[in-house]
């Protein structure tokens, strides 16, 4: 079983940036693709980004294309998700998660082993 940890959000001015990490133990992600979610309030959950186990692929919601960049490092089991230029619509509590089936869905059903989430605030 694999457990996720996320951390690395904050808060931070429009046009900042931040980088948030997932951590996942239990057992290795290395062959698994992963991606990263967001949720504001009284929203449901929205895809932002995905990578292949090797980060050789890569793909992005429209909203955070050329701005957000999804990363790994396998040594130490890592996932990351870099955040530049931010804006306050991308205020919401992110989360990593294990892609299950269907590279290329945006579909939170097909990811599994989530974390907990980190909390990212932009203020204006």
């Known amino acids: 079983q694999v457990q996720l940890v996320e951390s690395g959000g904050g808060l931070v001015q429009v046009g900042g940036s931040l980088r948030l990490s997932c951590a996942a133990s239990?057992?290795?992600?290395?062959?698994?693709?992963m991606g990263w979610f967001r949720q504001a309030p009284g929203k449901e959950r929205e895809f932002v980004a995905a990578?292949?186990?090797?980060?050789?692929?890569?793909y992005y919601t429209d909203s955070v294309k050329g701005r957000f960049t999804i990363s790994r490092d396998n040594a130490k089991n890592t996932v990351y998700l870099q955040m530049n230029s931010l804006k306050p619509e991308d205020t919401a509590a992110y989360y990593c998660?294990?892609?299950?089936?269907?590279?290329?869905?945006?579909?939170?059903?097909?990811?599994?082993?989530w974390g907990q989430g980190t909390q990212v605030t932009v203020s204006s």
């Open positions: 990578g292949t186990w090797n980060g050789g692929s890569t």
């Open positions: 239990g057992r290795t992600v290395n062959s698994n693709a």
């Open positions: 998660a294990r892609m299950k089936r269907n590279w290329g869905t945006q579909s939170a059903a097909d990811f599994d082993s």
